[in-house]
Nanobody, 125 residues
Framework: QVQLVESGGGLVQAGGSLRLSCAAS????????MGWFRQAPGKEREFVVA??????????ADSVKGRFTISRNNAKNTVYVYLQMNSLKPEDTAVYYC????????????????WGQGTQVTVPS
């Protein structure tokens, strides 16, 4: 059974930090590209960052470059993907989703095969 489970969301003041986690199991996700997307109310799902299977390559949206950092741990049966978010802004408020795909590392969310249920991040203005 494929599972991508996000955690770590919450309410944080502007300028603060949060660390999101995603635990992916049920496939050989160590061979998958992993990504984070976000969706604010009334807006389309938006690419945040992706990381290659080895962790050697990362791809950030311009809006989060220099503030967010993705990392991964390819453990035996579960892959853990982390999103360290610093200097948070009100415009970062969204539901954050973990995604996985064996080949695609781009910005189009429909191309990713597997998704988590999302975790809410709220940064009040």
């Amino acid at each position: 059974q494929v599972q991508l489970v996000e955690s770590g969301g919450g309410l944080v003041q502007a300028g603060g930090s949060l660390r999101l986690s995603c635990a992916a199991s049920g496939r050989t996700f160590s061979n998958y590209i992993m990504g984070w997307f976000r969706q604010a109310p009334g807006k389309e799902r938006e690419f945040v960052v992706a990381i290659s299977w080895s962790g050697g390559s990362t791809y950030y949206a311009d809006s989060v470059k220099g503030r967010f950092t993705i990392s991964r741990n390819n453990a035996k049966n579960t892959v853990y993907v982390y999103l360290q978010m610093n200097s948070l802004k009100p415009e970062d408020t969204a539901v954050y989703y973990c995604a996985a795909d064996p080949y695609y590392n781009g910005v189009h969310w429909r191309e990713y095969d597997y998704w988590g249920q999302g975790t809410q991040v709220t940064v009040p203005s």
